[in-house]
């Protein structure tokens, strides 16, 4: 049985129902890991040992007649950024290279503790920062759909892995778009869930007022199944907001007739592909067609979202990573003269070419004589922004937008022009500096075999109202279920 095709909700039916175990479970995955992976490289860390050993003990508890956990078997891969206890993580960086934490964060406890299983973690974008996981220190992750192009970032490793068939379930971290926009390239389902919804406790951080935890999914049903068990108050983190959580399984069996929606005019003009335009025209068609209401909408301030962030994140990113230092942990050159030199030689050799770029932009921002000019100001718009969307929200119940402006680019297409590779995140941005939740789910294919993902965007701590329109439509799209068709190694290196 290929169970790795399944989603995780039958893969959990089947358990139940006795047909398969957990260790069947996780050995049809790892066999998939070791075909494909290869090839399309989505993981850094293999976590077999502690895998195998929890699904024996998982399925022992259901033979001695123990009731199944909600994620009992399910191979679980873990972005490389957040905390796993004595599981290398790297956040993809030459500098934390050997670090295991002492400890886990939040989320991960929480899927241990549904019987989920953590089969590795997942490659991605240097400390967060890209579009496209070319920025990795270990390597770029391929697109399973197209081995030449890139699965998107910063989530690139946990997108590939699930849209590969490595892993049913994933978590990526969302600081600029970094779950919505490898989803959409990938053809998967990723939720970048309201800032203080998920716990960021154990999550290293990028930008702390935009960082969150969001799941990347095969559909919308294992995306809510996997909400159920993340969201919710953690009182070890400060930002954790302490709301009751809602059956996010039980909303997406709701309809949407007469939900309003709105279309942002500002996400469709020029620079936007015109099989992803058509793609969401055809998309909203159906909204109708389920008696969803749809009208055209402004958010004027969208055109300075891109500045508005890369001034904010950068000048969080530079306070955040000066604890990278040599001192105490991860990687530090040998042979120095002084604290100094041992201090300016490490940063310099630890980090990657984009980290840098942004410690720099940030530390410029927030310099003395600048500060009002530039991260001060930022602020001011990122309220401006927010109050777009809180306008817009006191019509319309959702906004649908494209993720992407584009489906997936070749590798190396932008990695060399910055401005270029930014602009990748044109659409997600907005809703990290609004601190709203929002969905990417596949909505079509364009020319060249390449999934187009729709956004669609809720009102703060609503998750479950996008995931149910969202159900919704991927319940009564039409739209072909393709799935990637990748060559094991064996089969490439005997075609070469």
Sequence with gaps: MTLHKLSAHDVIDLFKKKKVTA????????????KVDGLVKAFLILNREDAFKQAKEIDIKFKNGEEPLPLAGIAVAIKDIIA???IETTCGSKILKGFRPPYNATVIDKLREAG????????MDEFAMGSSTENSAFGPTKNPWDLERVPGGSSGGSAAAVAADEAFIALGTDTGGSVRQPASFCG??????TYGRVS????????????????????????????????GHDNKDSTSADLEVPDYLSSCQEGIENIKIGVPKEYFVKGIDIEVKDAINKALRVFEELGAKIEEVSLPHTEYSLPTYYLIATAEASSNLARYDGVQYGYRVEDC???????????????????????MLGTYALSSGYYDAYYLKAQKVRTLIRED?????????????PTSPTPAFKLNEKIADPLTMYLSDIYTI??????????????????????IGLQIIGKPFKEETILRVAYNFEQNCEIEKRRPEISSIKDKENAE
């Design 23 to 34: 260790y069947e479970i996780i050995q049809d995955i790892y066999d998939r890991i070791d």
């Design 430 to 451: 907005p809703v990290n500096l609004a601190g709203i939740p929002a969905i990417s789910l596949n909505c079509g294919y364009n020319k060249n075999n390449l999934p």
């Design 116 to 123: 989920a299983i953590i089969i590795g973690k997942t490659n």
């Design 200 to 231: 960021r406790y154990g999550l290293i951080a990028y930008a702390s007022s935009l960082d969150q935890i969001g799941p990347i999914t095969k559909d919308v049903v294992d995306c809510a199944l996997t909400m159920n068990i993340i969201a």
């Design 84 to 86: 796993t206890k004595k």
């Design 188 to 193: 998967v389902v990723g939720l970048k869930p």
């Design 337 to 359: 003269k002084d604290l100094s030199s041992m201090y300016e030689r490490t940063r310099s050799e630890g980090f990657g070419k984009e980290v840098k770029r942004r410690i």
């Design 389 to 401: 969307f809180s306008k817009a929200f006191n019509k319309y119940d959702i906004l649908v937008t």
